[in-house]
């Protein structure tokens, strides 16, 4: 049995061809994106700018033309990096300086404190890495204990030094850690020459005395130099200063 439905009837607009009216209600579709060609262009569909079409897009997204300055087409001064600080002396390292405060060292009768003055913490982990590397070098693996020396010893220097000086104390930790790091310099020779010294010998031991006493001189100076006026306290402070460059050599000795 067929099923019936009711269609509505189509209603044409009137007075007018159907076919007509829907002609004129229609539009052409035009091509996306298809900027103005001159009249004597022969490729009508290939006819696309991109350089000027890429140029606008960027301009419109970043606020401006990219890498024009002006009219003259030179290098905007957004992207001119001549002014930019070197990279290590963004991170705070500076080499010229870290060599003056090592050269200090190197004469422990001559001791220069005026270069000591600004701390840092560049040159003592540069001495620490290379004592850890001729350790290691050695045949011991001693990263963490001599970090954790160093780490220690600057704080017992720093609460020593200034239980002595009372509040008149002007010695900082960071101060104290900058001074311990870069005296650290004669066991970093000391460990670099015990490779070639025969192991357990008098000669050994002698170096070793010869090297913390020329630690504990440089250490000592600097330190009563940087807290300024706390001469009366040399001895003590040598005394601290020995203590802590002799538990160094013994790592390097034994």
């Not at 001064?77 to 060292?105: C, M, V, Y």
């Not at 982990?125 to 011991?140: E, P, R, T, V, W």
């Amino acid at each position: 049995m067929a099923k019936e439905f009711n269609v509505p009837p189509v209603v044409f607009p009137a007075g007018g061809n159907p076919a007509a009216g829907n002609l004129q209600q229609r539009r052409v579709p035009t091509a996306p994106f298809q900027p103005p060609r001159p009249p004597s262009s022969s490729l009508p569909f290939m006819s696309f700018d991109i350089g000027s079409a890429t140029s606008t897009a960027a301009s419109t997204i970043y606020g401006g033309p990219i890498g024009g300055g002006g009219g003259g087409g030179g290098p905007s001064g957004s992207a001119n990096f001549d002014d930019e600080e070197p990279l290590l002396d963004e991170l705070g390292i500076h080499p010229e300086q870290i060599w003056r405060k090592t050269r200090s060292i190197l004469n422990p009768f001559r001791v220069n404190p005026a270069v000591h003055t600004d701390s840092d913490l560049s040159g003592p982990i540069i001495l620490y890495l290379s004592l850890c590397l001729f350790q290691l070098l050695a045949g011991k693996i001693q990263f963490g204990v001599i970090l954790g020396w160093i780490v220690v010893s600057s704080m017992f220097l720093y609460v020593v030094f200034n239980m002595l000086a009372g509040r008149n104390g002007k010695l900082n930790l960071h101060t104290c850690t900058s001074v311990v790091g870069y005296c650290m310099l004669p066991l970093v020779i000391l460990s670099a020459a015990s490779l070639f010294l025969p192991q357990a010998s008098v000669v050994r031991f002698g170096i070793a005395g010869a090297f913390v006493l020329w630690a504990t001189r440089a250490s000592t100076a600097l330190m009563v130099a940087l807290a300024e006026g706390e001469e009366e306290h040399r001895g003590l402070v040598a005394y601290a200063c020995f203590l802590i460059y002799t538990l160094f050599s013994l790592l390097v000795i034994f």
